[in-house]
T-cell receptor, first 110, second 117 residues
Framework: QKEVEQNSGPLSVPEGAIASLNCTYS??????FFWYRQYSGKSPELIMF????GDKEDGRFTAQLNKASQYVSLLIRDSQPSDSATYLC??????????FGKGMKLTVNP | DGGITQSPKYLFRKEGQNVTLSCEQN?????MYWYRQDPGQGLRLIYY???????QKGDIAEGYSVSREKKESFPLTVTSAQKNPTAFYLC????????????????FGPGTRLTVL
């Protein structure tokens, strides 16, 4: 059974701080890694995807991938109250289905 | 306005009833998916379809059925055999052009919240 694990949280950070969200996966053959944000009562929306080892930056968001350690993370710089949501990590390998973690709830306090 | 639509937004079902959830996309995506989300849980795959007139079971297909008669539409029926159907149901789609299946990105509709009375 391919698994994706996220810290159970919740994570609480002050406004302006860096929020760090982590995810580990069991399938070493995984190729594609996604971070989705889900506001309460809403559907997930894609924030970032990453395929290659290293960092990928998009505005205040940075995704980090380390395939050797089977670890992917999402950093949110200058956190804002509007970033308060549940963040879902998802992993896909080859023609395999997308496997989601259970999500981590982030609260940014003004 | 391109995107994925789901209807209804809220649905109430009496025990023993079958209900059908609608999912339509105008993104010209080949693949479509149905997920179920329970409180505090990740998304679990119910069914998926990569092409018209073909679909595969996901991890929790029991008690559900689907059809894919048109590229744009992928309705999900929750049958009376599904013992615990109360959940948030999410439909998604992706390009799935066969050239980069492993690099595919799924986009979600707004969801349908189903409650059993």
């Amino acid at each position: 059974q391919k698994e994706v694990e996220q810290n159970s949280g919740p994570l609480s950070v002050p406004e302006g701080a860096i929020a760090s969200l982590n995810c580990t996966y069991s399938d070493r053959g995984s190729q594609s890694f996604f971070w989705y944000r889900q506001y309460s009562g809403k559907s997930p929306e894609l924030i970032m995807f990453i395929y290659s080892n290293g960092d990928k930056e998009d505005g205040r968001f940075t995704a980090q991938l380390n395939k050797a350690s089977q670890y992917v993370s999402l950093l949110i710089r200058d956190s804002q109250p509007s970033d308060s949501a549940t963040y879902l990590c998802a992993v896909q390998g080859g023609s395999e289905k997308l496997v989601f973690g259970k999500g981590m709830k982030l609260t940014v306090n003004p | 306005d391109g995107g994925i639509t789901q209807s209804p937004k809220y649905l109430f079902r009496k025990e023993g009833q079958n209900v059908t959830l609608s999912c339509e996309q105008n993104l010209n995506h080949d693949a479509m998916y149905w997920y179920r989300q329970d409180p505090g849980q990740g998304l679990r795959l119910i069914y998926y379809s990569q092409i018209v007139n073909d679909f595969q079971k996901g991890d929790i297909a029991e008690g559900y059925s689907v059809s894919r008669e048109k590229k744009e539409s992928f309705p999900l029926t929750v049958t009376s055999a599904q013992k615990n159907p109360t959940a948030f149901y999410l439909c998604a789609s992706s390009i799935a052009n066969g050239l980069s299946w492993g690099l595919d990105t799924q986009y979600f509709g707004p969801g349908t919240r189903l409650t059993v009375l």
